[in-house]
C-alpha cells in the first residue's frame, strides 16, 4: 500500500486561511468517507481533528474543517495562530481491513 | 478520556522480536478497537495493525508476517510483537484507541532502536 500524498510544507500569515491536501486513490480516499486528519506538535503524539471526512471530535476548534472531492480530502485552518505550528497527517480506510496514513506537511506560520 | 501507556525495551537487538504492552486506564478496553502506528525519526506515521477486544486483529499488509497484536481483558492491555528486526524498525511506537482510521487517543510514544 502506497502513502496519501501530502503536500511536504504550506506557510501562511497569522490570520490567513491555508489548505492542505490529501490524495489517494478510488481504492481509499475516494472509495469511503473514512478520512481523518491529525496535528502532531513535536515531540508530541498525534491529535485527531476530523473524522469521517468532516466532523471535529468535542473540543476542537471551528477553524479547522475539511472536505473531501473525488481522490482528495481537504483540511482547511481558519485564523491561523502561531500555535497551528505543527505536521499534520491524513489517514483513511483502504478497504480490507486496511488503512494508511498521507506523508505528512509540515505547516509554518510566518 | 482514557490514559494509555506502553511498556518494553528500549533497544532491540537485529533479528530479534519486539514486544510492547499498552495499558489502557481511565476506561475498559472494551468493547472497542486498538491499534499501534510507529513513526520513525524525522519520518511519517505508519499503521501497523489493530485489535478488537474480542481478539480478531487486521494488519498493514506489508508487515502482516512480522507482526502479532493480541488483547488481554483481564489486564486491560494489548500487546505488539514485531518478529526479525531490522535497523528499519527503530521507531517511536505509539498505542491507540478508537475505530480506525479515528484514532482519538494516544500513548505518549516510546523510542525502540534496533541495533546491536
Known amino acids: 500500500q502506497s502513502a496519501l500524498t501530502q503536500p511536504a510544507s504550506v506557510s501562511g500569515s497569522p490570520g490567513q486561511s491555508i489548505t492542505i491536501s490529501c490524495t489517494g486513490t478510488?481504492?481509499?480516499?475516494?472509495?469511503?468517507?473514512?478520512v481523518s486528519w491529525f496535528q502532531q506538535h513535536p515531540g508530541k503524539a498525534p491529535r485527531l481533528l476530523i473524522f469521517e471526512v468532516t466532523k471535529r471530535p468535542s473540543g476542537v476548534s471551528n477553524r479547522f474543517s475539511a472536505s473531501k472531492s473525488g481522490n482528495t480530502a481537504s483540511l482547511t485552518i481558519s485564523g491561523l495562530l502561531a500555535e497551528d505550528e505543527a505536521d499534520y497527517y491524513c489517514?483513511?480506510?483502504?478497504?480490507?481491513?486496511?488503512?494508511?496514513f498521507g506523508t505528512g506537511t509540515k505547516v509554518s506560520v510566518l | 478520556q482514557v490514559l494509555l501507556q506502553e511498556s518494553g525495551p528500549g533497544l532491540v537487538r537485529p533479528s530479534e522480536t519486539l514486544s510492547l504492552t499498552c495499558t489502557v486506564f481511565?476506561?475498559?478496553?472494551?468493547?472497542?478497537?486498538w491499534s499501534w502506528i510507529r513513526q520513525p525519526p524525522g519520518k511519517g506515521l505508519e499503521w501497523l495493525g489493530y485489535v478488537y477486544y474480542s481478539g480478531s486483529a487486521h494488519y498493514n499488509p506489508s508487515l502482516k508476517s512480522r507482526l502479532t497484536i493480541l488483547a488481554d481483558t483481564s489486564n486491560n492491555q494489548f500487546s505488539l510483537t514485531v518478529t526479525s528486526v531490522t535497523a528499519a524498525d527503530t521507531a517511536v511506537y505509539y498505542c491507540a484507541g478508537g475505530t480506525p482510521p479515528d484514532f482519538d487517543s494516544w500513548s505518549q510514544g516510546t523510542l525502540v532502536t534496533v541495533s546491536s
Open positions: 481511565g476506561g475498559s478496553i472494551t468493547p472497542y478497537y
Open positions: 489517514s483513511s480506510y483502504a478497504g480490507d481491513y486496511n488503512y494508511v
Open positions: 478510488f481504492s481509499d480516499v475516494g472509495g469511503y468517507n473514512l
